[in-house]
């Protein structure tokens, strides 16, 4: 699920990727898995063909559960950078984790999907961070988890305070985004060991 000013345009990073078309305040949440985005389970995955699965896996990511899921709404076409302004170590959702300005491109770090062991690509986002080739790996690299829950822990207090489009699916959906509400702001206390590979809905 995607949040709401947001288009698609032709990216500089990769073919096409998402673009804020209004301000995005630091603490939106801008995605999150949900229930609507497409999702094939562990024994389906298993079952397809391998150009089948390699063309979902681009796009989509896998679960803790071994299940596939493939984000609705656009937010599948989010671009990697090495400088994402969208983390989510800790949570189950997506943040921007400083202002995203009108016509900004929408990024996040490719290496949290962590469930798909052994992915690699060489990255092109031009970013003074850049770390030339991204792998899933990287997400168990204590300096990157580092300056990912600095940023993280850095916006949190925003959650509350901005709007936020989501919110109804995300009280539903997201036990951390409900804790955020009941006033936790340190993520030690907001993370209930979810994430954007294991979702509250799938886990619980």
């Known amino acids: 699920m995607l949040t ?3 288009d698609i345009r032709a990216s500089r990073t990769h073919n096409v990727g998402l673009f804020a078309t209004e301000e995005l305040p630091t603490g939106t949440v801008i995605w999150l898995p949900c229930t609507k985005c497409s999702r094939w389970s562990k024994e389906e995955v298993a079952d397809l063909p391998a150009a089948r699965f390699q063309a979902l896996d681009t796009y989509g990511h896998l679960l803790t559960d071994g299940s596939l899921l493939l984000p609705c709404l656009g937010a599948y076409l989010m671009n990697h950078s090495c400088e994402a302004n969208v983390l989510d170590l800790g949570l189950d959702f997506g943040l921007a984790v400083r202002d995203i300005a009108p016509g900004e491109e929408i990024t996040c770090d490719y290496a949290t ?26 997400g168990g690299d204590p300096d990157i988890k580092r300056t990912w829950l600095e940023r993280i822990e850095a916006a949190l207090p925003g959650v509350a305070a901005v709007e936020q489009p989501l919110q109804d699916i995300l009280k539903e959906l997201s036990e951390p985004y409900r804790r955020i509400l009941g006033g936790k702001t340190d993520l030690q206390q907001v993370s209930t060991g979810a994430s954007v590979c294991a979702p509250s809905f799938v886990t619980r």
Do not use: A, L, N, Y
């Open 4 to 6: 709401k000013g947001i």
């Open 113 to 138: 999907f962590v469930e798909d062991g052994g992915w690699s690509m060489e990255c092109h986002c031009r970013s003074p961070r850049c770390r030339g080739r991204v792998t899933t790996e990287q």
